[in-house]
């Protein structure tokens, strides 16, 4: 079982549509949580970033983790041609540092 | 602010040879990260380097290195080469050691023939 597991997609939608990303885990001892977004040929950008359990809301986009299930998701509202691209959760143990664990991500499509 | 920068972008080496890839991170940031990403593993993380020194390292063969100078400017390096090296190399770079809000560069694409 891979540490972290992520639906490689794709994933189409229409222009104003609500998106759901999830990611899986396994490590009960992830603290740290983020979402980035990657373009084609361009590094990844982080959207995201929560620590323990919670939800976090900055703009369109809302990161929801749940510990108790392993189970983290990303939310984005009235979504946007601009927002296709690859989406990629990471996340960390207190130890780790930088060494983060990245999903294989999500291609999102969203056409106008 | 400028951004991390990594050089060269591209890159095409032959099995066997040794290549140097260099890394600029955000003014102020003292932290440098790396990572190779493949199709095949995904993102998966190199290196640390912050004050100089390696802080912490990934499950990487011996012939992947790198080091930080004091400017926090970072160079990787990798020596034989093999066919499976080929990938996109990212530089990350944070604020301070084990910051986990990595901004990362655009990437060294790697092909070895």
């Known amino acids: 079982q891979k540490e972290v597991e992520q639906d490689p997609g794709p994933l189409s939608v229409p222009e104003g549509a609500i998106v759901s990303l999830n990611c899986t885990y396994s490590?009960?001892?992830?603290?740290?949580f983020m979402w980035y977004r990657q373009y084609s040929r361009k590094g990844p950008e982080l959207l995201m970033y929560?620590?323990?359990?919670g939800n976090k809301e900055d703009g369109r986009f809302t990161a929801q983790v749940d510990k108790s299930s392993k189970y983290i998701s990303l939310f984005i509202r009235d979504s946007q041609p601009s927002d296709s691209a690859t989406y990629l959760c990471?996340?960390?143990?207190?130890?780790?540092?930088?060494?983060?664990?990245f999903g294989k991500g999500t291609t999102l499509s969203v056409s106008s | 602010k400028a951004g991390v920068t990594q050089t060269p972008r591209y890159l095409i080496k032959t099995r066997g040879q040794q290549v140097t890839l260099s890394c600029s991170p955000i003014?102020?940031?003292?932290?440098v990260s790396w990572y190779q990403q493949t199709p095949g593993q995904g993102l998966q993380f190199l290196f640390e380097?912050?004050?100089?020194?390696?802080?912490n390292k990934g499950n990487f063969p011996g012939r992947f290195s790198g080091r930080q100078f004091s400017n926090s400017r970072s160079e990787m390096n990798v020596s034989t080469l093999e066919l499976g090296d080929s990938a996109l190399y990212l530089c990350?770079?944070?604020?301070?050691?084990?910051?986990?809000?990595?901004?990362f560069g655009n990437g060294t694409r790697l092909t070895v023939t």
């Open positions: 990350a770079s944070s604020l301070g050691q084990g910051g986990r809000a990595l901004h």
């Open positions: 490590n009960s001892a992830f603290q740290y």
């Open positions: 929560t620590y323990s359990s």
């Open positions: 990471a996340m960390s143990d207190n130890q780790a540092g930088t060494a983060l664990i």
């Open positions: 003014s102020g940031h003292r932290s």
């Open positions: 380097y912050f004050s100089e020194t390696q802080r």
